[in-house]
């Protein structure tokens, strides 16, 4: 090996077209800028969107909907993921920790019990928030439901 069979790795480099490299390269001269205006010119940059005066799209487009900022996201887990939960690994008490150590929520996440499926296990839930058809189930099972 010497510095003759020198080569860049497989990929790393882009096959650049040289310009500003005489006339006889096509790409002289001007350098590919055109002649005269702002676009010529060292150190010229436009907005992202701009389309050369014409109105652009985000200004032609309408303003759509409403973000509400107070909204609260809650992650749904149903009673049928309790259930397997708990069969699968003998658990009598689900809460936050068993919830993120199972890889359902994440530790900023706010935790919301559904009333989809059937609970036959005897649980006590602990989350932010149940709905009403989860509570009465949990509860007819021989449950309790702590709200965080």
Request: aromatic letters at 4%; zero cysteines; hydrophobic letters at 35%.
């Amino acid at each position: 090996m010497n510095l003759s069979n020198l080569k860049p790795a497989e990929g790393s480099t882009k096959n650049k077209k040289r310009i500003g490299r005489g006339t006889g390269s096509g790409r002289g001269g001007t350098s590919t800028r055109g002649h005269k205006g702002a676009g010529s010119r060292s150190g010229t940059s436009t907005k992202v969107g701009f389309e050369g005066g014409q109105m652009p799209l985000q200004r032609r487009l309408p303003k759509v909907g409403f973000k509400n900022i107070n909204r609260v996201e809650y992650v749904g887990i149903n009673l049928d993921v309790l259930q397997g939960l708990a069969e699968k690994f003998n658990l009598s008490a689900i809460n936050f920790d068993t919830l993120k150590e199972h890889g359902l929520i994440s530790k900023n996440d706010l935790v919301k019990i559904l009333g989809r499926g059937e609970l036959k296990a005897k649980l006590d839930v602990t989350a932010h928030a149940f709905t009403a058809t989860a509570q009465k189930a949990i509860e007819s099972a021989g449950g309790a439901i702590v709200k965080l």
